[in-house]
């Protein structure tokens, strides 16, 4: 069988043809168009080649084009109608090489008027390749530095080999050399030397005579005892002639070509395109691909696209408008896939700028913000009223007017873009919906962790975060440490209908130990907590990753506010306080024993770093379960402001920074999220 190299394709057509030949190709009346697509093995892509096209007429030939590599020959050639014939050189024509085989072929040729001529030249291998072949006996038995000597000579003659008079190869281990012998030689004459560390040095030497191109001579060496016991090194020379089937075949390929226009531009999607897909030997795959999607030619339809077969050999393929209301708005390839009987293939991308609506991308939108920029593309310049719609339920639409920003690029901005949303979006262009309508379902909003208040462990004392998590949650637990009390631990009495088993109960207790104490607010809040002294220095605010903007909190809870018992900033009934903040990476330090940093929920509008803020403060108590939800207010002077940290605090005794309250309040909470 032949191997397959290179393919090099030349389609002769006529001047009457020329609809079907790039535009900026001029011709003659009395000239045809050559047209070469060039692809070659990748094992070939690095070799040299040189191709010559020759005008003949009678004996004699003049050379009318040459090209030093494949990539050379350009895809359009005219030439003038007549005989021709092709010459191609692949490989360096070196008489001696380990690297390089040389090819030649020709072919002859003829424009004429009428007739689309294939060409195909095969290019034979001139090379005589001969392997010496080292048996692993010779590595064992011999010292290092044997060597095989083959040169194109009826003798060995190492002062010429060394002068570079005599053509040779130096073989030192298994491989094979490629020789062109000249037309004066037939012979080539091998020469072994090496050194025997007992029998000293050993020569062996012999001549291959009637040498022939194409052809493969193997020499084969091997160190083994004879008869009487002596070591000897073997020779044997298979002199027989093995087929080496190496051509490279020059053959053309399908072409794809725009029908009055050149396909090498990029095309609009807003006009209509025919191609035209020849090739010369039938069809048997025809097949575009446009992102993803593959669509059958041949076999099957497409909304937008249309076959006409002239043969087996030639088809127009048109594409209109329509085909692209599969895809975005932008640039894409639209690829052609031919395949042929006799193996030719194709692959071709064409280049569109398509009309339409444009994937909204993670950097689009922020649904913190509640902004989203949406963008389409538009190629026709004739264009009048592009509008973007959208909507998040599919039936009730907004639709915006679209600014155009340079390059096609229009965009609209919305306002209320929500998380965990389906939002649908298209583009309207003149009052009608052009392309194709795109998708987009946002992220839920961040929650917080351990917001179901399940997860807990005890170290030196309770703490509401597991072991080995991240804490985000905190408690004045360690400063009731150090008089034996617990101010909040979990609770396996949970709200109807919790998924979860635990949550959060905040006992207000007076601790002492030795007759030295103080009254202790039960809390759970969002933060850090050190003790200085009998004082506890409490910062609020963990860092907080918002995805989006939070409504509100909503959180479950029982409680009971008790008459106060214990310190003197205020009498009466104990009062529960929660409250949430969101601050701009801004954190407030409580310290008990300085009131001028006591955080104060009534001035929480004016307190810096704010973004936004909600709070409940108040004496009634539940007795049961009950769900609560807190407004999260936003500040006009922060609107802009991108959040960093969450505040969030419980207490049932909102007076506890004072050391201020009753031993009879308590509280469970359960169930805390942000609501979007």
């Not at 050189?89 to 008027?113: C, H, L, M, R």
């Not at 008869?227 to 490279?248: C, K, R």
């Not at 003149?430 to 929650?447: F, M």
């Not at 330090?589 to 006591?598: A, G, L, Y």
Request: with cysteine; hydrophobic share 35%; glycine share 10%.
């Amino acid at each position: 069988m032949k191997k397959i190299f290179a393919i090099l394709g030349a389609v002769l057509v006529l001047a009457s043809c020329s609809k079907d030949i790039d535009p900026s190709v001029e011709m003659a009346t009395n000239e045809g168009a050559v047209r070469f697509g060039v692809a070659i093995a990748e094992d070939m892509q690095e070799k040299s080649a040189i191709i010559k096209i020759y005008k003949v007429e009678g004996e004699e030939q003049q050379l009318v084009r040459r090209y030093e590599a494949l990539g050379d020959v350009p895809e359009y050639l005219s030439l003038l109608n007549g005989n021709y014939v092709a010459k191609v050189q692949v490989g360096e024509k070196n008489i001696t090489s380990f690297d390089e085989k040389y090819y030649i072929g020709e072919q002859p040729f003829v424009i004429e008027a009428g007739i689309v001529t294939p060409v195909t030249v095969d290019c034979q291998l001139q090379s005589t390749i001969v392997k010496v072949n080292y048996d692993a006996t010779v590595a064992e038995k011999l010292n290092e530095g044997y060597f095989t000597n083959v040169s194109i000579a009826e003798s060995y003659d190492a002062e010429g080999i060394a002068t570079g008079d005599i053509h040779s190869l130096r073989y030192e281990e298994t491989k094979e050399g490629y020789f062109i012998l000249p037309a004066e030689h037939t012979s080539l004459f091998w020469h072994f030397e090496g050194t025997h560390p007992v029998e000293g040095d050993i020569v062996k030497e012999a001549v291959i005579e009637n040498v022939k191109p194409a052809a493969k001579y193997t020499i084969t060496l091997k160190y083994s005892k004879d008869a009487p016991g002596n070591l000897v090194l073997e020779a044997t020379v298979d002199e027989s002639i093995e087929e080496v089937d190496d051509t490279l075949i020059f053959s053309p390929d399908p072409t794809v070509m725009g029908d009055g226009f050149n396909e090498k531009e990029t095309q609009l999607s807003t006009t209509a395109r025919t191609y035209n897909v020849s090739s010369l030997a039938n069809i048997t795959t025809m097949t575009i691909t446009l992102g993803d999607e593959e669509f059958d030619l041949i076999n099957g339809t497409t909304e937008g696209i249309s076959v006409v077969k002239s043969d087996d050999m030639n088809y127009k393929v048109s594409i209109a408008p329509e085909f692209f209301n599969i895809t975005t708005g932008g640039a894409h390839n639209v690829e052609f896939n031919i395949l042929d009987v006799d193996g030719g293939k194709l692959k071709k991308a064409i280049n569109y700028n398509v009309q339409g609506i444009m994937a909204l991308g993670a950097e689009d939108y922020s649904l913190w913000f509640g902004t989203a920029t949406f963008k389409a593309n538009i190629v026709d310049a004739a264009a009048t009223s592009v509008k973007i719609a959208y909507s998040a339920d599919g039936a009730s639409w907004t639709e915006m007017d679209a600014v155009a920003m340079g390059n096609g690029i229009y965009t609209a901005q919305s306002t209320d873009f929500a998380c965990e949303k389906s939002y649908t979006y298209k583009l309207i262009v003149g009052g009608v919906e052009y392309g194709k309508t795109l998708a987009l379902t946002t992220a839920a909003g961040a929650q917080i962790p351990n917001g179901d208040m399940e997860r807990w462990h005890t170290a030196s004392w309770v703490l509401p975060y597991g072991k080995g998590d991240t804490p985000f949650w905190l408690t004045g637990n360690e400063g009731g440490a150090m008089v034996g009390a617990t101010l909040t631990q979990s609770s396996d009495d949970v709200r109807p209908g919790s998924a979860g088993t635990k949550s959060a109960y905040l006992k207000s207790q007076y601790a002492s130990m030795m007759g030295i104490g103080k009254f202790a607010a039960g809390n759970l809040f969002t933060g850090t907590f050190a003790l200085s002294g009998m004082d506890g220095i409490v910062t609020f605010g963990r860092d907080f990753a918002f995805t989006a903007k939070p409504k509100s909190m909503s959180f479950w809870m029982k409680n009971n506010e008790g008459t106060i018992n214990q310190g003197s900033h205020t009498s009466g009934s104990d009062i529960y306080t929660v409250m949430v903040i969101i601050t701009d990476g801004t954190t407030y330090t409580v310290n008990t024993k300085d009131e001028s940093t006591f955080l104060k929920v009534d001035k929480l509008d004016s307190i810096p770093g704010v973004i936004g803020y909600g709070y409940i403060s108040n004496t009634d108590s539940r007795a049961e379960w009950t769900e609560e939800t807190i407004n999260i207010i936003y500040r006009e002077d922060m609107k802009n402001v991108k959040p960093k940290k969450l505040v969030v605090s419980f207490t049932p005794s909102g007076y506890g920074d004072y050391f201020c309250g009753s031993t009879d309040s308590w509280m469970y909470v359960d169930d805390i999220v942000l609501n979007y």
